[in-house]
């Protein structure tokens, strides 16, 4: 078997991006978000799709949202020059699903499991210096000074996207769209949980092992 082939879901909050950063470096493989894809991929040609742009970059400057198609086929490019990779952040619907089993095999899909209540406390906590863009947590990792950038001195602001309201409108696309992903690898028998609530190197182990056991 090559390099292998991850689907990490979860919430909001859940901490995928931190995880799967680890995981892709800890077993030599590509860490695939859809945000990094499109970015990488912003020239590519989708002019035979029928779509209303010629490329994906021209939808990100007109500030619309990339179809669902032209995301798909910008994943599967990712995946095609990955060896081995952790995917995070797709899919994000039961059509997506279906598209990636169509186009690739997974060997683990690991489901970050953290309750509700802990996902908006993680999210609403979250501060971000205004002048460098370091990350805080008012609670999980606070600043020396409270809303003062330790690195910069930079003030620290609360994102729009992570006030109480927002968090909660989020959490609930998330119920609507991508639980029911959760729900149809659970289904296939192929889903295993982790704890997500316990300390990073410990749900990182938890996963590890979950790899480690989908490459042997
Ligand atoms: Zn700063």
């Keep these: 078997m090559g390099e292998p082939h991850v689907l990490l ?17 800890a077993f030599g493989i ?24 010629d490329t994906p970059r021209a939808y990100m400057e007109a500030g619309e949202l990339v179809p669902d198609a032209v995301v798909n086929e910008i994943v ?28 690739t095999d997974l060997d683990a899909v ?12 993680r999210l609403t906590g ?3 210096c205004d002048d460098c863009g370091a990350n805080y947590h008012v609670e999980f990792s606070p600043p020396e000074n409270e809303g003062v950038c ?8 609360q994102r729009d996207d992570d006030t109480e309201d927002t968090v909660r409108d989020r959490l609930e696309v998330y119920e ?13 028998g192929v889903l295993v949980e982790v704890d997500g609530e316990g300390a990073p190197d ?15």
Aim: hydrophobic fraction near 35%; charge should be negative; proline fraction near 2%.
């Design 76 to 103: 599967k490019t990712a995946l095609r020059s990955a060896d081995g990779y952790v995917l995070d952040g797709y899919p994000r619907n039961l059509d997506q699903a279906e598209y990636l089993s169509e186009i």
């Design 126 to 128: 979250r501060r971000v």
């Design 110 to 121: 690991v489901f970050l499991d953290v309750s509700n209540a802990e996902l908006v406390d």
């Design 150 to 157: 330790d690195g910069c001195g930079g003030e620290l602001i």
């Design 30 to 53: 590509e860490h695939v978000t859809t945000g990094d894809a499109l970015r990488s991929n912003k020239d590519m040609d989708i002019g035979h799709m029928d779509t209303e742009y």
């Design 9 to 25: 879901l979860g919430a909001p909050g859940a901490g995928k991006g931190t995880q799967s950063k680890r995981l892709a470096e």
């Design 176 to 188: 609507e769209n991508t639980a029911p992903v959760v729900d149809h690898y659970r289904e296939k």
């Design 202 to 216: 410990e749900v990182f182990e938890g996963i590890s092992d979950v790899v480690d056991d989908a490459a042997n």
